[in-house]
């Protein structure tokens, strides 16, 4: 007979929180079969109300605080944990950089790999660092809201102030839903599918200050655009593009393919080390650029560049690490696979007259075995992939060209660990401490650097 959970619906117990999961809800265990509970910290007792079963786990919310936590922020607005914007809110910033040093150190300790994990290092303001927010437009109670999904359901809630954001994005959401509301626009409807704005984008380069507005319709015309327009150029002295983005699709991907400059020009610039990147609507760009220069400057030192190198890119992106090392190596190819991405990416080449660098379209784990069988012979190679990690072609490619230098940029402490084990086996050792760096402040992404050396 299969086992069958000791617990049921609605059943309420005591018990110690013991851990943290990677999405930063406490674990209670019961009879040691574990309950995820949201706004519980390791160390505290709490009586827990079961809202949900299945066959491994359950799912359960605080009804009383026995003990609370002296890692506990108390200075929190609940709607950020409530949303998943700021799941790690209710911790204190150093408990948070403790979590993410922890969460590596425990993944690599799963597959016996023996490795120092340094302190994350953390950001002076841990609070309203990102440049880009996607917001949905909804209405709620008979209103045209903008906010956000609460966790796992479709339920939004109206939000004015996003705390990781950068306030002044914050403001611009205020003011464009003021005027969308002004001129009666129909904020979307999922089930119906009706309506004319699903969401609103707003980027502000962090160095420029300069604005792009996004609004994502669901059908080619916006109602009321002039009037729309003026009133946003007018109430924002920053914007210096104002873009239509069509989505007729039903989905819950966020841009459709079509874009309408409406006003002004079709991208905002901001700085990285002192380059230019043109940043337009569907760039990708990293969303918090004063750790990003941290990161890649690390991961640049820590490459131990002397100036001969021939370096590979993988996952060059928009071209943010290639642009970030030219003056510092021979040469540099990145390779990616969205083809938008490869354009920034030569055109933010030709507009910091970087000359040494080459960026091709494909998928890392192909080309990098097409350059392998080719015998190409690079001495570093930076890789930077996506949650998911390396395919284990690309790990036997990249480390079958024999460079001297990996280094392992990762978002992803469990794919880290998991190609770590496999890199390892195929001749290369871990160097000094992987480094984790906190990208995403008061969220449970962990950004770090590895160094691997050929043995």
Not at 420 to 448: C, K, M, R, W
């Amino acid at each position: 007979m299969a086992n069958k959970a000791p617990l049921v619906k609605n059943q309420e117990f005591d018990g110690t929180v013991v851990d943290l999961t990677y999405v930063g809800m406490g674990v209670v265990k019961f009879e040691d079969f574990p309950v995820f509970v949201i706004d519980a910290i390791p160390g505290e007792e709490v009586r827990v109300g079961v809202t949900k079963v299945q066959k491994n786990f359950a799912f359960g919310r605080v009804i009383k605080r026995l003990k609370e936590s002296a890692d506990r922020n108390q200075d929190v607005d609940m709607k950020t944990i409530t949303t998943g914007i700021a799941p790690l809110a209710n911790l204190t910033y150093a408990a948070q950089l403790k979590f993410k040093q922890n969460q590596i150190a425990e993944l690599f300790k799963k597959v016996h790999v023996d490795v120092e994990v340094a302190e994350t290092i953390g950001m002076e303001n841990p609070t309203q660092y990102r440049n880009k927010a996607q917001v949905p437009v909804r209405m709620v109670n008979g209103k045209l809201e903008t906010g956000f999904y609460r966790r796992n359901s479709h339920i939004m809630v109206p939000i004015e102030d996003y705390y990781i954001q950068d306030p002044e994005i914050d403001k611009a959401i205020i003011v464009i839903r003021d005027i969308l509301r002004k001129y009666h626009v129909a904020p979307y409807n999922e089930l119906e599918h009706s309506g004319d704005i699903r969401t609103v984008m707003v980027r502000r380069g962090y160095y420029s200050h300069e604005m792009m507005v996004v609004l994502v319709t669901r059908r080619g015309k916006l109602p009321a655009a002039e009037m729309i327009i003026e009133d946003i150029t007018a109430a924002l002295p920053e914007v210096k593009s104002i873009i239509q983005n069509v989505n007729p699709e039903k989905t819950n991907v966020i841009l459709g393919k079509r874009n309408n400059t409406l006003w002004g020009a079709n991208f905002i610039t901001d700085t990285l080390f002192d380059k230019t990147f043109e940043i337009g609507p569907m760039s990708f760009y990293q969303v918090n650029p004063q750790t990003t220069e941290v990161l890649y400057k690390m991961a640049a030192d820590k490459a131990e560049l002397s100036g001969n190198e021939t370096v590979i890119d993988a996952y060059s992106g928009i071209g943010t690490i290639s642009l970030t090392i030219a003056d510092k190596v021979k040469s540099v190819i990145g390779v990616e696979m969205i083809e938008g991405a490869v354009a920034d990416a030569k055109h933010n080449a030709k507009i910091n007259k970087v000359n040494n660098v080459d960026f091709e379209l494909g998928k890392s784990e192909e080309k990098m075995v097409e350059w392998h069988e080719a015998e190409m012979q690079p001495d570093v190679i930076f890789v930077d992939p996506p949650r998911k990690g390396l395919t284990p072609e690309l790990i036997d490619a990249a480390t079958g060209m024999q460079p001297e230098t990996l280094v392992y940029v990762s978002c992803n402490p469990a794919t880290l660990a998991r190609d770590a084990v496999q890199i390892l086996d195929n001749g290369y050792h871990i160097v000094g401490p992987i480094q984790p760096i906190d990208q995403f402040p008061q969220t449970t992404h962990i950004e770090s650097i590895t160094v691997f050396k050929k043995n």
